[in-house]
């Protein structure tokens, strides 16, 4: 008989063999308990495959008003994009449609856990971009329009227009010099329905998606540090990214 052979028997007749494998198991064991724990405490921070969309949309849309069904369509094909293309570190989806007039509240902000639209804001659009609504829209730095398409926020900091959040476009020639543009999210005196009452609109941004300040706060709170934005107009429904997502 081998010398190894010899061992193994050696090994089962005290014991130590089956203790070493039982020990083992239990590590395991162990680890597979574990794994299992964190993914049961891991919430979903993308669109589950076992939900199905139509019945995402629907609680989405039931939660809210004004949020027309093809645009929110596009927005959540443009977090799913988002989510295969780029760091998403949170689960909300904010749509602005620029279509709507700027005097009504065509912001929204979707928590995707619960699919239920948590706030509606006014945004002002760029001063080049159009005076009641978004219909001229550019990537090109100065040209004080507003960019659509597919965002990720970034970091906040405070500058001339106070708490700020800055956004990184996705889409190269539609809004990736969103950043170098300094285009963010900020709180602004000719945002506020007092102001779209008196003048039938908000006032204009350089491009910027500005909200009024007494809501700002908590808006850039919820969403900063790695959420997704979907800025719409109708000219954007040609772009293949969010169409084919």
Known sequence: MKLEHKKILTLIATGTLLAAATSVLAVGNAKLTKTRSLRSKTKRTS???LKDESSVMKSILASTTGLQPN???LGLNAYKWANNHANVKKHYLTIIDFTIPSKQKRLWV?????DKVVMKELVANGKYSGLYNGTRFSN?????????GVYLTG??????DGLSLHVHGLQPGI????YSRTIEFHGANYVSPQFAKEYGRVG?????FALDKTIEPTLVDTIRGGSVVFAYANNHSQDFTVEGA
């Open 204 to 208: 204009r941004s350089w491009g910027c």
């Open 47 to 49: 669109l589950s495959p």
């Open 175 to 178: 809004n990736s010099n969103a």
């Open 140 to 148: 090109t730095p100065g040209s004080l329009q507003s960019s659509l």
């Open 155 to 160: 970091v906040t900091y405070y500058g001339n």
């Open 71 to 73: 645009v929110l369509k």
């Open 110 to 114: 979707i928590n995707l856990n619960t």
